[in-house]
T-cell receptor, first 109, second 115 residues
């Protein structure tokens, strides 16, 4: 799996968009970008993943740069329940996922 | 999304005893399941990968005789911590890969405390 780099922590005001960046400059052509989050004392929750195109679902949007070297996860209207550690992982489909340190997002009232 | 359950959610046991943790994919079939361990304030560490009907593949440094993994069906994998010691106390999380996009879904985790 390609190495990913994320900021250690970020703050976001409740109701505002949370934009979480991820750098994956060594990603290979067949590696997807996966995003998971882990709320305290729970298992990771799948959020979204993509290969080249931007993706959107009911939870978030994933914006992948044209060169695929970085991506941004967007939570359009952050709530207090979105406070969690967010993991960005680059991996081939079907491979096991290797977790890095992630970004600790704190949503503040 | 797909649902993965784990049982028990937490367990306390005496040193030297064995503990079995079950992982089930509730609404999809999972040919591959994974077991992770997480220590406080640390990220998830992969312990082993198991495929239905075959032996598990363990990560370097994980003792296969201590952490027994059985993947007997497409919806059930078990992790047995044998002769548990206090240093085995941790948060154990399973995941199952499945669905149309072969995405990995995680269970809620099992907190093990060995006294």
């Amino acid at each position: 799996d390609a190495k990913t780099t994320q900021p250690t922590s970020m703050d976001c005001a409740e109701g505002r968009a949370a934009n979480l960046p991820c750098n994956h400059s060594t990603i290979s052509g067949n590696e997807y970008v996966y995003w998971y989050r882990q709320i305290h004392s729970q298992g990771p929750q799948y959020i979204i993943h993509g290969l080249k195109n931007n993706e959107t679902n009911e939870m978030a949007s994933l914006i992948i740069t044209e060169d695929r070297k970085s991506s941004t996860l967007i939570l359009p209207h952050a709530t207090l329940r979105d406070t969690a550690v967010y993991y960005c992982i680059a991996s081939n489909a079907g491979n096991m996922l290797t977790f890095g340190g992630g970004t600790r997002l704190m949503v503040k009232p | 999304g797909a649902v993965v359950s784990q049982h028990p959610s937490r367990v306390i046991c005496k040193s030297g005893t064995s503990v079995k943790i079950e992982c089930r994919s509730l609404d999809f079939q999972a040919t591959t399941m994974f077991w992770y361990r997480q220590f406080p304030k640390k990220s998830l560490m992969l312990m082993a990968t198991s495929n239905e009907g075959s032996k598990a593949t363990y990560e370097q440094g994980v003792e296969k005789d201590k952490f027994l993994i059985n993947h007997a069906s497409l919806t059930l994998s078990t992790l047995t911590v044998t002769s548990a010691h206090p240093e085995d106390s941790s948060f154990y999380i399973c995941s199952a890969r499945g669905g149309a996009k072969e995405t990995q879904y995680f269970g809620p985790g099992t907190r093990l405390l060995v006294l």
